[in-house]
């Protein structure tokens, strides 16, 4: 296996030296910054929201979530130990000050707490779903009636294009619909090679 392919498989589940490299790429590659805040925007985010990353790496998105939820609270979990200690080290101060949490845990553990809360979002993760209606019920147990589930898509693929990104938006948002998630819009964003597609449901 070549060094690029080893480095790409990270992307998945980062552990060891390449894990963290996967983690510097995640944090500091720019269209992965913009896709971040462009993600964050579409929440509309209150001062007193409870909100939840699902695969949070190294607590990009999720530092800029509790920037603007200054009474409230946010969770990120992710299945890597190497990516929970990147964010937790990214969002110290807020932990410190009990406006912030990041643990390892899954999202079938999330939602088997029946946590509440008013925001769940994803970017760059629901590709690695073993089930996309599974998955999207157990994202509606973890939210409040009038929720908002936000899930963000960049294809990453050898040569991606607008067709990748638009096929997974439509699978998306026939898992959302399978839910039971209500108010399905979808917003797109133009990068490089590919654009990000974001899909937003309302858990009614």
């Known amino acids: 296996m070549s060094l690029r392919s080893s480095v790409i498989g990270q992307f998945k ?21 913009e896709r ?20 949070c790496g190294p607590g990009l998105a999720l530092k800029s979530c509790a920037a603007k939820i200054q009474e409230g609270y946010v969770v990120g979990i992710d299945h890597s130990p190497v990516m929970i ?9 807020e932990i410190k000050a009990g406006r912030a949490e990041v643990r390892l845990d899954t999202l079938a553990g ?34 409040i009636a009038g929720g908002m589930v936000a899930t963000t898509y960049q294809p990453r693929s050898k040569n991606p294009t607008r067709a990748n990104a638009i096929e997974m938006a439509t699978r998306i948002e026939a898992a959302m619909k399978s839910a ?16 990000a597609i974001c899909v937003i449901g309302v858990n009614i």
Request: aromatic residues 8%; glycine residues 10%.
């Open 13 to 33: 589940q980062p552990h060891g030296l390449l894990g963290h490299l996967a983690g510097f790429i995640m944090a500091n590659r720019p269209s992965n910054r």
């Open 36 to 55: 971040n805040e462009w993600t964050v925007g579409l929440l509309a985010l209150e001062p007193t929201h409870k909100v939840l990353e699902i695969g």
């Open 85 to 93: 200690r990147q964010a937790q080290g990214k969002l110290a101060e």
């Open 110 to 143: 999330m939602a088997a707490q029946s946590a509440a809360f008013d925001r769940v979002y994803s970017a760059n993760v629901v590709q690695f779903l073993s089930d996309l209606n599974e998955g999207f019920g157990q994202i509606r147990d973890c939210l």
């Open 180 to 195: 039971g998630f209500e108010g399905i819009e979808r917003h797109e964003l133009a990068l490089d090679p590919a654009p």
